[in-house]
């Protein structure tokens, strides 16, 4: 079923033309997570990690939720057709490059595993969600 209101593609391509974007959502591809993680794992300041969010939610791929002190981000299911394919395929790119495979595993080690730094040993965990290249 088609969204009524209209889709800005344009607005979505640029989003996805931006390395930093493609890593945010790489890590996000699976579960919500929290900005702290993304600043450890991408090794880059707070500000720019926001900045590059906030670009992805104005291109309605991605939705974010406070908790206290706490910005947590995740992907969400764009309304358009064509912008939900476009998402899961660029979600299967991203699972199979070993590069962002190297960050995920990252990430689960330091947010899971016995690697957390001690200033995110207080952070919420990633909470894991079913990616959209698995709802469709």
């Given amino acids: 079923m088609k969204s009524t209101l209209p889709f800005d593609i ?17 890590l996000m591809g699976e579960r919500e997570v929290c900005v702290c993680f993304f600043v450890e794992i991408l090794k880059t300041s707070q ?19 406070r908790d206290g002190k706490w910005m947590h981000y995740r992907l969400i299911e764009p309304a358009d ?6 998402l899961a395929d660029v979600h299967s790119w991203l699972q199979a490059d070993g590069a962002m495979a190297r960050e995920r ?19 919420p965990q990633p909470i894991p969600y079913t990616p959209i290249s698995k709802r469709l």
């Fill in 105 to 123: 595993q990252r990430l689960e080690g330091i947010c899971c595993g016995t690697r957390t730094p001690s200033k995110l040993l207080l952070a």
């Fill in 47 to 65: 500000p720019k990690i926001s900045r590059h969010l906030a670009y992805l939610r104005r291109a309605g791929i991605v939705s974010s939720r």
């Fill in 10 to 26: 344009e607005i979505l391509l640029r989003a996805l033309a931006d390395r930093t974007r493609l890593r945010l959502l790489n």
């Fill in 81 to 86: 057709s064509t912008a939900k394919r476009v």
